[in-house]
Structure formats: C-alpha cells, structure tokens
T-cell receptor, first 118, second 115 residues
Framework: AQTVTQSQPEMSVQEAETVTLSCTYD???????LFWYKQPPSRQMILVIR??????QNATENRFSVNFQKAAKSFSLKISDSQLGDAAMYFC???????????????FGQGTILTVHP | DAMVIQNPRYQVTQFGKPVTLSCSQT?????MYWYQQKSSQAPKLLFH???????NEADTPDNFQSRRPNTSFCFLDIRSPGLGDAAMYLC??????????????FGPGTRLLVL
C-alpha cells in the first residue's frame, strides 16, 4: 500500500523568509500524482501545487515550488517570501495514475503545521 | 465562481439521532468524495461516487451512508451518531478519473458535534 510521510509535525518561519516542508512517499507505481494542500485553521482545504510523476520539471506556482526527486521518492514544498496568510496545516498527498487499483483516491501525509512570525 | 458548497457549516446533533450533511457543486464534476477529518489529523476517505456508482471504503462503518440524487448533489447520512463521530466532514470533487483530472477540490466542511 502507498504511504505518505511528513516528518515535520510543526515548522515556523519569519515573514519574508523561505521555508521548506518535507514529504516522502512509498509506492511501486510508476504513474502517479503528488499534491500539496493547505488548510488554514477552520477553513477550506485548498490545492497549493500539483506534480505529475512523469514530468521531470518541478512544478511552481508563484511563491510555491516543489523539489520532486522521483528516485528518492521525495516531494518537498518550498515557500518563498513567506506571508502571514501562509500559516496553515499543509498536507502532502498522493494518488495513483490511471490503471492503478487505488486510482482517484488520495493518500495523505500526517500534515505539517506552519507558523509564520511577523 | 464555480465551487463546492457544504451545508450546514456547523451541525449539532444528539447521540443516536440521525443527521444528514449535504454537499453541492457547480463544477460539473462527475466524481464526489466524502472524508472524515478529526482534529489535527489527515482526512480519511469514507466513500466516493463515480457518476452514480457508489464506492465504499472497506473500513467505513455501516452507520455511514450516502446518496447522490444527481450530478450536483451528494448527501452523507449518519444513521445513529456516536460521540466518536464528532468530526469535520469534507466533501470533495474531481472532474473525472482520467489522466490530468485527478485533482480534488474541497468544500469548506461541516463540523459535526454530537451531544
């Protein structure tokens, strides 16, 4: 079974600084997708960034970028120029590609609480 | 704006009293999911609909049922809520289970309190 591990229960960063959240996963599949979701306290879960395993290029979305290391099964999220609004629980998630037995189902990591200090 | 809507945002029920949570979407997605999320934990998938096809997770208690009368609406029924069912319930949708359509979009959630 696929597993997703976030080894950092909590992280903190100063406003305007850069922070990296770690995620590792375990799968025997070659076709899959990885996501980072952000969930502010008592608020909606929002997609931050998405990565297709078959793409070598790391995904970026404005201040958010990933370091996707397929061989190492690592998928870290870098937040540049951190803002107070970035404070939230961040979940790393995995889903199989087409043809997988668990296709369409998200496997989540345990989450990392990010605190941003002014 | 296209979105996933959940009502109510907060629901209080009594132990053993049936409760229904609703989810609607204007994204025209054909896959809808229900998750249970307890405090500071990752969401746990309860079941999902692919169009009208219902797919239950093996460890979802029988106490939890779902209905999807049409593409836009999906309901979560808890037949006899226990104290352990107090949680946030998240609805999510995705366009299709096909390459490039795997991203799930979440609603704001319904927080259920069982007294």
């Amino acid at each position: 079974a696929q597993t997703v591990t976030q080894s950092q229960p909590e992280m903190s960063v100063q406003e305007a600084e850069t922070v990296t959240l770690s995620c590792t996963y375990d799968t025997s599949e070659s076709d899959y997708y990885l996501f980072w979701y952000k969930q502010p306290p008592s608020r909606q879960m929002i997609l931050v960034i998405r990565q297709e395993a078959y793409k070598q290029q790391n995904a970026t979305e404005n201040r958010f970028s990933v370091n996707f290391q397929k061989a190492a099964k690592s998928f870290s999220l870098k937040i540049s120029d951190s803002q107070l609004g970035d404070a939230a629980m961040y979940f790393c998630a995995y889903t199989e590609g087409a043809g997988g037995t668990s296709y369409g189902k998200l496997t989540f990591g345990q989450g990392t609480i990010l605190t941003v200090h002014p | 704006d296209a979105m996933v809507i959940q009502n109510p945002r907060y629901q209080v029920t009594q132990f053993g009293k049936p409760v229904t949570l609703s989810c609607s979407q204007t994204l025209n997605h054909n896959v809808m999911y229900w998750y249970q999320q307890k405090s500071s934990q990752a969401p746990k998938l309860l079941f999902h609909y692919y169009d009208k096809d219902f797919n239950n997770e093996a460890d979802t208690p029988d106490n939890f049922q779902s209905r999807r009368p049409n593409t836009s609406f999906c309901f979560l029924d808890i037949r006899s809520p226990g104290l352990g069912d107090a949680a946030m319930y998240l609805c999510a949708t995705s366009r299709d289970i096909a390459r490039g359509q795997e991203t799930q979009y979440f609603g704001p959630g319904t927080r259920l309190l069982v007294l």
